[in-house]
């Protein structure tokens, strides 16, 4: 529910000990498939192969889900700290790689969509001349005056911006050059 705060561990020591597989007291195994990190939040796919059943437990098959994992830094001095989640929560974080929507049953059909409407828009096509309109920026819209790669330049009122794949997700509008 809440954060959990590691007062002496880094970031690379939160992320290795949220990857870990593990085993508990009644044998079930909890092993991570795949693991990325985009900005602060570890994606996972973990397998989780329960225990033997022992009476008065059936036997339960094994099964899998996405991981979401927000990272953070407690502060000064504070260490690093995480809050963990999963795909049925719904987490309002749409980065997660396409390929793990293949390797896990649904348990939320609209995070999905949203997962893959995200990434649809972050690799929309865009040419120089096309006018993006933006959501939740400063600038209300800005003009495609240099494209390299994925590397895009934007103006807007005489002031050039760069503009990174992530703000793409973000385009209400898209007006292409004539």
Same mark, same amino acid.
């Given at each position: 529910m809440g954060w959990t705060i590691s007062?002496?561990?880094? !970031?690379?020591e939160v992320l =290795?000990?949220? #990857? !870990?597989? =593990?085993? &508990?007291a009644d044998g079930t195994?909890? @092993?991570c498939l795949r693991h990325a990190t985009v900005g602060n939040v570890l994606w996972t796919v973990w397998e989780v192969i329960p225990g033997p059943p022992e009476p008065p437990r059936a036997y339960r098959p094994p099964y899998r889900y996405i991981g979401c994992d927000l990272l953070a830094p407690g502060g000064k001095k504070h260490g690093w700290g995480y809050k963990d989640l999963c @795909?049925?929560?719904g987490p309002y974080y749409y980065t997660c790689p396409l390929s793990y929507l293949d390797m896990v049953p649904v348990a939320n059909a609209d995070w999905r969509g949203q997962v893959r409407a995200w990434h649809a828009a972050r690799n929309r096509k865009v040419d120089v001349g096309d006018v993006l #309109?933006? @959501?939740?920026? =400063? #600038?209300p819209q800005v003009r495609i005056v240099e494209k390299r790669g994925r590397r895009l330049t934007g103006?807007? &009122?005489g002031r050039f911006y760069r503009v990174p794949p992530r703000v793409l997700a973000r385009v209400i509008e898209q007006r292409k050059a004539v």
């Open positions: 007062f002496d561990s880094s !970031r690379s =290795a000990k949220r #990857i !870990r597989s =593990a085993t &508990q195994r909890w @092993e @795909e049925s929560m #309109i933006l @959501e939740g920026f =400063a #600038i103006e807007y &009122q």
